[in-house]
């Protein structure tokens, strides 16, 4: 019996016992069920600012956690020991009330919630949620780190628990996102959904002749001013990873100009990794 997958646009149809492209949703006896639910493989407690969230509780820190798993396959991912892992990488279960209890231990430490980041978080999309939710009981705050790659659905479903985003647009030409094996647009509509229901920042990764023309940077920035003027925008320098350890890292000097465009539309652009 086959299930089909409606967290992102992939809607991968799935036999029993089979897991999505994702690594990390299955069929089950007629469902597509969350393969990594509570299973963690990374955590730490990091400045708000390492997100990157530069305008959202400044000075913070908060408890990141990670599992195994993502959506895309982008050939410059930085963490694709763990984005690109299935069940077997080693992992730690972490129910959601204990994830909720090692933050609120974690508040004398100047620790606001959780971030939901290293993997894609939202191929784990009922951990994420179950989480959130206890998080507010708590009063504490949910933080994700995306793509930006799921269906509105689900994405309406979790927005209520949600307080602050940061969201990949990882270049703006759909040709971009077919390299990366993703969607522009359901990207796009995301950022323009979560935009009205929680704080957002964006982060674009320039990718040395890929996504580094300063047309692409302004019609970027201009479709983000079009939402809203004030909304960060973190332009961050690529380094060898992945499938692209032989490429160079990106030209400090063009990070700069790419930053001088996009200001001619943007009120908050940062520059990240630029030393």
């Not at 032989?246 to 030393?275: C, Q």
Request: charged share 20%.
């Amino acid at each position: 019996m086959r299930a089909v997958c409606e967290i992102c646009p992939h809607h991968c149809s799935l036999e029993e016992g089979q897991t999505g492209s994702c690594h990390a949703r299955r069929g089950d006896n007629g469902r597509v069920v969350s393969a990594n639910y509570g299973k963690i493989t990374s955590m730490a407690l990091d400045p708000i600012e390492k997100k990157p969230l530069a305008m959202f509780h400044p000075g913070s820190r908060i408890l990141s956690v990670g599992s195994f798993g993502c959506n895309l396959r982008c050939p410059f991912c930085q963490n694709s020991e763990i984005s690109q892992a299935g069940e077997s990488i080693e992992n730690t279960f972490l129910s959601p009330q204990d994830l909720v209890a090692a933050a609120l231990n974690l508040k004398q430490r100047n620790n606001i919630g959780v971030a939901f980041t290293y993997n894609e978080p939202l191929v784990g999309f009922e951990y994420v949620l179950d989480c959130s939710r206890l998080l507010h009981q708590a009063g504490l705050l949910s933080v994700i780190v995306t793509n930006g790659m799921i269906c509105k659905e689900p994405m309406k479903e979790l927005l209520p628990f949600v307080d602050a985003m940061n969201i990949d647009l990882k270049g703006f030409s759909q040709g971009f996102y077919d390299w990366c094996g993703g969607c522009l647009d359901t990207v796009k509509d995301t950022i323009s959904m979560c935009c009205q229901s929680c704080h957002v920042e964006v982060t674009c990764l320039i990718i040395p002749g890929m996504n580094d023309s300063p047309e692409e940077m302004l019609a970027l920035s201009k479709w983000l001013s079009s939402l809203d003027k004030g909304i960060v925008l973190h332009i961050t320098r690529f380094f060898p990873s992945f499938h692209m350890l032989n490429h160079s890292p990106t030209d400090i000097s063009l990070m700069h100009r790419l930053k001088e465009a996009a200001e001619k539309y943007l009120d908050n652009v940062f520059l990240g990794n630029v030393w």
